[in-house]
């Protein structure tokens, strides 16, 4: 009996992860809540945190589903010499791989500080609402008014270092990295639909990359119970299905319709996650 209640709190733990992991609303402030409602804890050391990066792998793989065909591309066309450079998939991976560099120069420096000093519930419900402040006024001002009706990626070198950049913000919890390329991708003069596509190509090498990193440094696998490891494969699975369902609907919402409503939303989580940590229920 309780294996199965594990099991259902792994359950609702993907569904949140795969829900929420590629909006702009901050997967982390939402597992932060459910895993405490819930009351999701383990005994083995570090294992809350290894847990929440290997479902993140699990909305990852959908990405690379969903995208097979477009990846599946750029990979036969790789060669410059063969399709020309600008239509290569080498371009393509260089871009992705520009963008990559800034995220990954504030993990390595900041990563351990974020994690000691800003995540809890005050700095998160902070961030949310800033986060959410930021997005408002850039969707108004900075956002294009135009080409929502362009899907294909094809950003310049200038355009990947700016999206990279602004990706740095999602290293403090709340900010959501979804968020912060979109948000990068107006700046850089890329309509909605482009940004948040481009962001999910990033979360591929970003994701997979941070979480093999943290597992490695968190002990890997080795003292999870059987338990525990058959947890992890619900919550991976679940939130690969979840994402899947989610990912087509968000890029279909962003073609008709503003981000403000994902801005409200977060303001309304920050003052939850404000007012559960206040009263010490996360």
Not at 61 to 76: C, G, S
Not at 210 to 233: C, R
Not at 252 to 279: D, E, N, Q
Request: proline share 3%.
């Amino acid at each position: 009996m309780e294996l199965f209640i594990e099991l259902f709190k792994s359950l609702i733990l993907g569904i949140v992860e795969g829900a929420t992991e590629f909006l702009p609303v901050s997967s982390t402030g939402h597992l932060i809540i459910f895993q405490n409602i819930i009351n999701f804890k383990s005994s083995t050391e570090n294992y809350i945190e290894m847990y929440t990066y290997v479902i993140q792998l699990g909305a990852i793989l959908a990405v690379v589903f969903l995208y097979r065909d477009k990846i599946l591309n750029t990979l036969k066309d790789f060669s410059p010499k063969k399709v020309g450079y600008e239509k290569s998939g080498f371009r393509f991976w260089l871009v992705i791989v520009i963008a990559c560099i800034p995220g990954g120069i504030a993990t390595i420096l900041l990563d351990d500080l974020a994690d000691k000093y800003l995540f809890n519930p005050v700095s998160v419900s902070i961030v949310l609402v800033l986060g959410a402040i930021f997005m408002i006024v850039s969707e108004s001002k900075i956002r294009p008014d135009k080409g929502d009706e362009k899907e294909e990626i094809q950003l310049s070198i200038r355009q990947a270092i700016t999206v990279g950049l602004f990706q740095c913000l999602a290293i403090m919890p709340g900010m959501s990295r979804s968020a912060s390329t979109i948000i990068g991708g107006w700046f850089a003069g890329l309509s909605s639909v482009v940004a948040a596509e481009f962001s999910f190509f990033l979360a591929i090498p970003v994701m997979v990359g941070m979480s093999a990193l943290k597992i490695i440094k968190l002990g890997g696998f080795s003292l999870l119970t059987g338990a525990e490891i058959l947890s992890l494969v619900v919550g991976f699975v679940v939130s690969f299905i979840v994402a899947l369902l989610v990912i087509e609907r968000f890029i279909s919402y962003l073609k008709r319709k503003p981000m403000k409503a994902f801005a409200i939303y977060r303001i309304v989580l920050g003052f939850v996650v404000l007012g559960t940590g206040l009263l010490g229920i996360i």
